[in-house]
Nanobody, 123 residues
Framework: VQLQASGGGLVQAGDSLRLSCAAS????????MGWFRQAPGKEREFVAT????????YYADSVKGRFTISRDNAKNTLYLQMNRLNPEDTAVYYC?????????????????WGQGTLVTVSS
């Protein structure tokens, strides 16, 4: 499975962005998909994840109510709608896929990773 993240950019605080992650190589049927981020000098952290069977989402507390994760299984594409962005959201955002349909927030539980897309939020 190859994952290609896109949609990052430079925005101002309060703006919105939508990230996309296109999967190729095989369909991600039964894969949990997730978004993680890594800010400069910090460890990679969980942002959101979504199951395959019923598209149940889970969010980090820091983004709950502002970010929405979704997936289009027919298009093999994962999305992250980010609203009310603030400078603390500045990071490289990575999409990831896990071969089992059990949601987890641990990066080490994911089997495939995209290359990351940079989101910069200015104050």
């Amino acid at each position: 499975v190859q994952l290609q993240a896109s949609g990052g950019g430079l925005v101002q605080a309060g703006d919105s962005l939508r990230l996309s992650c296109a999967a190729s190589g095989r369909t991600f049927i039964s894969y949990v998909m997730g978004w993680f981020r890594q800010a400069p000098g910090k460890e990679r952290e969980f942002v959101a994840t979504i199951t395959w069977r019923d598209s149940t989402p889970y969010y980090a507390d820091s983004v709950k109510g502002r970010f929405t994760i979704s997936r289009d299984n027919a298009k093999n594409t994962l999305y992250l709608q980010m609203n009310r962005l603030n400078p603390e959201d500045t990071a490289v955002y990575y999409c990831a896929a896990r071969r089992f349909d059990i949601a987890t927030i641990r990066p080490e539980d994911y089997n495939y990773w995209g290359q990351g897309t940079l989101v910069t939020v200015s104050s």
